[in-house]
């Protein structure tokens, strides 16, 4: 009976995941609104296809570039509003350790599976190695400016 409800959800699962990948480029964004990329100049077109956004550019064409913003914010500067939307990447940081097999082993039955510090698959004493982690950070990759009608008056990128 458990495996003919473990495989459907295994299944549903990895269906999840895909389509969850699936990637956000100015292609794809094209492809979802054709209708608001052709309004767009053929210069702004252009740039927006490569992902790529210079002043005087409008909003749709910085969403058709960039996509839409992880978080924006509002202001006013010499009392003229400006609107900023941030854009975030993740980037891998790479670290190396060492596990030195401090720990206790497992008590009971499966308590190798339930207590985490220091336990081998056996249930005895410690883990011992080293090991390599990716950890991902998010930081700010762009920044985008906005006058009171919409159009860009500053961008920045991260290198």
Same mark, same amino acid.
């Given at each position: 009976?458990?495996?003919?409800?473990?495989?459907?959800?295994?299944?549903?699962?990895?269906?999840?995941?895909?389509?969850?990948?699936?990637?956000?480029?100015?292609?794809?964004?094209?492809?979802?609104?054709?209708?608001?990329?052709?309004?767009?100049?053929?210069?702004?077109?252009?740039?927006?296809?490569?992902?790529?956004?210079?002043?005087?550019?409008?909003?749709?064409?910085?969403?058709?570039?960039?996509?839409?913003?992880?978080?924006?914010?509002?202001?006013?500067?010499?009392?003229?509003?400006?609107?900023?939307?941030?854009?975030?990447?993740? @980037?891998?940081? +790479? %670290?190396?350790?060492?596990?030195?097999?401090?720990?206790? $082993? &497992? *008590? #009971? @039955?499966?308590? +190798? %599976?339930?207590?985490?510090?220091?336990?081998?698959?056996? $249930? &005895? *004493? #410690?883990?011992?190695?080293?090991?390599?982690?990716?950890?991902?950070?998010?930081?700010?990759?762009?920044?985008?400016?906005?006058?009171?009608?919409?159009?860009?008056?500053?961008?920045?990128?991260?290198?």
């Amino acid at each position: 009976m458990r495996k003919k409800i473990i495989l459907p959800t295994a299944a549903a699962m990895i269906a999840i995941a895909l389509t969850s990948c699936a990637t956000n480029t100015p292609t794809t964004r094209i492809k979802k609104s054709p209708e608001i990329f052709q309004q767009l100049s053929p210069a702004d077109q252009e740039l927006a296809q490569k992902g790529q956004v210079k002043e005087g550019m409008e909003r749709n064409a910085v969403i058709i570039a960039l996509g839409e913003p992880n978080k924006m914010s509002k202001g006013s500067k010499n009392g003229v509003a400006f609107e900023k939307w941030y854009y975030a990447s993740a @980037r891998p940081v +790479y %670290s190396t350790g060492v596990n030195i097999g401090l720990g206790y $082993g &497992g *008590f #009971g @039955r499966r308590a +190798y %599976s339930r207590r985490r510090f220091g336990y081998n698959s056996l $249930g &005895g *004493f #410690g883990e011992y190695g080293i090991h390599q982690r990716v950890r991902y950070v998010k930081s700010i990759s762009s920044i985008v400016e906005f006058d009171r009608s919409g159009k860009v008056t500053n961008w920045s990128q991260t290198q």
